[in-house]
């Protein structure tokens, strides 16, 4: 059954450019969009394409309802990296907020925003797939710029892959890092870029990073998404290639990001 669409949309906006597109593309169609930025790094890019921007913490939840209430929101789409060392960063639990740490049974990702999600549907909105408004950004099967995998690399990439997945089962994390079949580093709590450094450290030139959608990925949060900055950190520490899951990826920035590939002979490719 199809999402009754309003022209009221609400944002709950993490770290990144994500949450700017999203914005963007759905002022473009003609909604009014209410976000609540929960990091500093894009808030001034959101005011440009959003009614109202609010600069609350991720503890904030009382705070986050009542600006949700207030403005009327009966949808909403949680896109952008809100990683707990953020919430590290901003520690306001209000009571709301103290009182699901309370209840929660496990603080992994999908628990977290599985109870969001249950909370706002008990006071009417909806959250809504991540891509409806980016499905242009999802990434196409194939090598997407000029540089070729080697056989050796399409090794390591499928043995990632597989690895990757059994990672995202668990939810622990959706990259790998790998070189020559042995895994240099899983992705934790400090996010993909963080992973790359890590594991490249240890594997050295070459590595190959891959990432992918968890096995039973909710599109309602959490697609993975990758970009320039990613590629910037495979730059500086000698990473070889990023293979990704195709058309269950996010790419921001596609021309810059593939021509920066090119330029420091990175291979980018979806599986």
Do not use: W
């Not at 009221?8 to 209410?34: C, D, M, S, T, W």
């Not at 309802?65 to 520690?91: C, D, M």
């Not at 697609?223 to 790419?251: C, Q, S, W």
């Amino acid at each position: 059954m199809p999402i009754e669409l309003y022209n009221r949309q609400g944002l709950i906006a993490g770290n990144g450019q994500l949450p700017v597109h999203l914005a963007k593309n759905a002022r473009e169609n003609g909604f009014e969009v209410y976000a609540i930025a929960l990091s500093s790094d894009n808030r001034n890019e959101l005011k440009k394409y959003c009614t109202k921007v609010y600069d609350y913490a991720p503890g904030e939840l009382l705070k986050i309802k009542e600006a949700l209430e207030t403005n009327e929101i009966k949808q909403l789409t949680f896109i952008g990296k809100v990683s707990k060392s953020l919430v590290v960063k901003r520690p306001r639990f209000d009571s709301l907020a103290i009182e699901f740490l309370k209840q929660a049974k496990r603080l992994n990702d999908d628990a977290i925003m599985l109870f969001l999600v249950d909370q706002l549907e008990k006071i009417g909105i909806t959250v809504l797939d991540q891509t409806i408004f980016i499905k242009n950004l999802m990434v196409p099967r194939g090598v997407l710029g000029k540089i070729q995998p080697t056989d050796a690399q399409l090794i390591d990439v499928e043995y990632g892959f597989k690895i990757a997945k059994e990672m995202g089962q668990l939810d622990i994390g959706q990259s790998v890092v790998i070189k020559d079949r042995m895994i240099m580093a899983i992705e934790a709590i400090e996010g993909t870029d963080r992973c790359i450094q890590r594991g490249c450290k240890l594997g050295k030139k070459d590595s190959i990073i891959v990432k992918v959608s968890k096995p039973k990925q909710d599109k309602r949060f959490d697609i993975p998404a990758f970009g320039l900055n990613t590629l910037r950190t495979m730059k500086k520490y000698k990473a070889g290639l990023i293979a990704v899951e195709a058309d269950e990826t996010i790419l921001v920035d596609h021309k810059k990001t593939i021509e920066y590939a090119d330029k420091n002979n990175i291979v980018v490719m979806a599986v």
